[in-house]
């Protein structure tokens, strides 16, 4: 199965970082509690941290949406980039799966379940093969 779609990984990551900047990075990074509201979160009377533990997470997914990036259009590191995607999904689903068991997360989190297992089966369908001649 890893790198059965190995001729689409370049046009993968590009599709990729686009949907995910526009979804989840641009949002929690810019009004993260207007995406917490919309995704369903209650938001507390005290604010400050939530605003900075969301501007924080969207900066460090603002990375790496710009190293997708750098992949998608140069082909540049791109076993470091499907390593990373796949780690992020992996850590992603065991977050989602802990909010969702103990209850504690409104539903459109533990929908991100599926998600993330989809976003690791593609990265794993898509991950580039290295051809050693």
């Known amino acids: 199965m890893i790198g059965l779609w190995n001729a689409y990984s370049q046009d993968f990551l590009l599709w990729l970082c686009i ?27 005290e604010t400050n941290l ?45 977050v989602h799966l802990y909010g969702a068991i103990r209850r504690i997360q409104p539903l459109s989190e533990t929908l991100e379940i599926g998600f993330y297992s989809g976003m690791l089966a593609l990265v794993l369908l898509c991950w580039p093969v290295v051809v050693h001649v």
């Not at 509690?33 to 979160?41: D, F, H, I, Q, T």
């Not at 603002?62 to 470091?80: F, H, S």
Request: aromatic share 12%; hydrophobic share 70%.
């Open 19 to 45: 949907a995910t900047t526009l979804v989840f990075a641009l949002p929690i990074f810019c009004v993260p509690l207007l995406w917490a509201r919309l995704m369903g979160w209650k938001i507390p009377g």
């Open 50 to 94: 939530a605003i900075y533990f969301g501007r924080c997470l969207g900066a460090f997914i603002l990375i790496v949406e710009a190293l997708m990036l750098r992949a998608a259009l140069t082909g540049e590191a791109m076993n470091v980039v499907f390593e990373m995607l796949a780690a992020v999904a992996v850590l992603m689903i065991a």
